[in-house]
């Protein structure tokens, strides 16, 4: 009889073995600059046209409650990168420094590519950094990526056709460039054109070895620059909303590109594709692309730069044809800071010793499995008043400011954050409370204030 069990045991591993998915996946994570769920035709968008993105969540699984880890750039890359909520994490806000160059992750930082790396992944990170520049403890350089490609610095960034960029830490030149990051930036180089193909060069390269790529993605982030209008140049729009919509559907091209090379190279069933915005819509909607595209999309409340969910739910996509279930549209929350974990699961890697992320791995969920059971979600951001939130099953609370009354909402029945019940609820409003203390660590750069210092009002530069 034991001798049948431990047969039974065999063959089960057997099967497992045969039917799980591949050792080492390569990981890609494609981070769009502001993109925001109503800009895709999967989310409802009707007037941009996102072919490749739509087939990207028909091949493999649509989240509408994917949570990016806050609503500006630097300390939302910061979660993705190294695990940790806003809470936890070193960077809380923007900070620009000198010239070029934000405020940098510190020494010591444990991020998801330095994991990937001892695990024997060759390593990448095109388009867009925002953490450090080269002479910093926060190069992507230092931080576990093997290759560098696009721009260092969030302002840089603006413009979509600079007088250079970096490959690696080496500046070079692309002549004829404005590099006018307001309005009207032209030149013969349009970035992207670069950073597009640097990525498929990246994946040639590397198509005989594990590999993560993490795509950052400028557009559609401002200035409103675009080579093409493509198909919206004779809409009856103004310039900045064909702008915007050519630069959506410029940016969904480049992903089809990048999916069309991983059929070609046999890479499909070994790659998972994971695709996200940074931050929630960074239109009000009442302004001019905001009131024709409705970006914030299905009633959300908010925008970047506040912690309601229309800030903070994002268009996320997982593609792995074999592995991740095609067609699935998943209600369950994540969040940036479960990445980590989860590419270090799926590469079979080990955490740092006495290091702990704030997230869970998506393993299990992203195979079709049901998302991890977690006590809260939580939240900050330092752009002006510190602004705090937290989710707890269905219930949300949000405080805009360190003296702001906290508001709640049940996101079940009122995913639009338009009725506080807070006086309804005193009980939960107190859990909140004391959450708002304790998910936190208090850091020296980061206190929690009703302004910004300095600043006459919500503060903060904008990116
Ligand atoms: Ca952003």
Redesign the pocket.
Known sequence: MKSLLSLFASLCVLCGQLSAAPAKPNLIFILS??LAQGDLGCYGQKLIQTPHLDRMAREGTRYTQGYCGTS??AP?RTSLITGLHSGHSPIRANRELGTEGQKPLPAGTVTVAQILKSAGYATACVGKWGMGMFDTTGSPLKLGFDHFFGYNCQRHAHSYFPKYLYRDDQRFELPGNDGNTKVDGTGPIYAQDLIADETLKFVKTNKDRPFFLYYSITLP?GAFHINDQGLYKDKPWTAQQKNYAAMVTRLDADVGRLLALLKELGLDEKTLVMTA???GS?FNPQSEIGKLFDQAGNGLRGF?RGLYEGALRQATIARWPGTVPAGRVSHEPWAFWDFLPTATELAGAKLPAGFQPDGFSLASFLKGGAAPQRDYFYWELHEGPSLQAVRFGDWKAVKNGLSAKTELYNLQTDAGEKTNLAADKPELVAKAEALFQSARTTHPDWPLRDRAPGKGGRGGKK?
């Open positions: 600059d502001d500006v750039c939302s982030h915005g940074d931050n960074s970047k990116q």
